[in-house]
């Protein structure tokens, strides 16, 4: 069974300039959250998806953005680039959310450095 | 809302001896509790979880933890350490939900 898959695995981009990173889940797993992962503020929830709709959200400007597709892949996106934005990405899926949930598989990430 | 605290940003070892890596929670429900390891340049690894049950929970790799309700404490522990244990490991709280919310980590690094 395939793990969680991100792409691209590495980014560089310009300040000003916008990304999108993909992330598609296990198989059969309808859940995807995203996480940003940054020397200074450690791991922080960005938001989760379910079922092609934002479910919970983190403490993050309107320029971090997300979907998730009938497929369950989702994309996340981020405008107007700033140097903190530069960090690790990390996407989790779990097959279903709520109290069963008991367990969240990690892709391997998408470094983004902003320069 | 959840809240977790890893005392210790960086633990030191020799090879063979006890790892001891703490964790304290905060959960305004019952929580679920993780440990997470992590490599450089990868995703995060699941070492073990509690949800319900048997409060201690024995994972992968020889490494176990133990859910002291008590103390709000999920310590992680490993009897004897192995220089592949060097890496980064993360305590985590959900609320039953899918959100989790990470400690800062500890890294740890074992000495030949």
């Known amino acids: 069974k395939a793990g969680v898959t991100q792409t691209p695995r590495y980014l560089i981009k310009t300040r000003g300039q916008q990304v999108t990173l993909s992330c598609s889940p296990i198989?059969?797993?309808?859940?995807v959250s995203w996480y940003q992962q940054t020397p200074g503020q450690g791991l922080q929830f960005l938001f989760e998806?379910?079922?092609?709709?934002?479910?919970n959200k983190g403490n993050f400007p309107g320029r971090f953005s997300g979907r998730q597709f009938s497929n369950s892949r989702s994309e996340m996106n981020v405008s107007t680039l700033e140097l903190g934005d530069s960090a690790l990405y990390l996407c989790?899926?779990?097959?279903?959310?709520?109290?069963?949930?008991?367990?969240?598989?990690f892709g391997q990430g998408t470094r983004l450095t902003v320069v | 809302a959840q809240s977790v605290t890893q005392l210790g940003s960086h633990v030191s070892v020799s090879e063979g001896a006890l790892v001891l890596l703490r964790c304290n929670y905060s959960s305004s429900v019952p929580p679920y509790l993780f440990w997470y390891v992590q490599y450089p340049n990868q995703g995060l690894q699941l070492l073990l979880k509690?949800?319900?049950?048997?409060?201690l929970v024995k994972g992968i790799n020889g490494f176990e933890a133990e859910f002291k309700k008590s103390e709000t404490s999920f310590h992680l522990t490993k009897p004897s350490a192995h220089m592949s244990d060097a890496a980064e490991y993360f305590c985590?709280?959900?609320?039953?939900?899918?959100?989790?919310?990470f400690g800062a980590g500890t890294i740890l690094r074992v000495k030949s």
């Open positions: 509690y949800t319900t049950g048997a409060t």
């Open positions: 989790a899926s779990s097959w279903v959310r709520g109290p069963k949930n008991t367990e969240a598989f």
């Open positions: 985590a709280v959900s609320g039953r939900g899918n959100k989790l919310v």
């Open positions: 998806y379910f079922s092609e709709t934002q479910r």
């Open positions: 198989s059969g797993h309808r859940s």
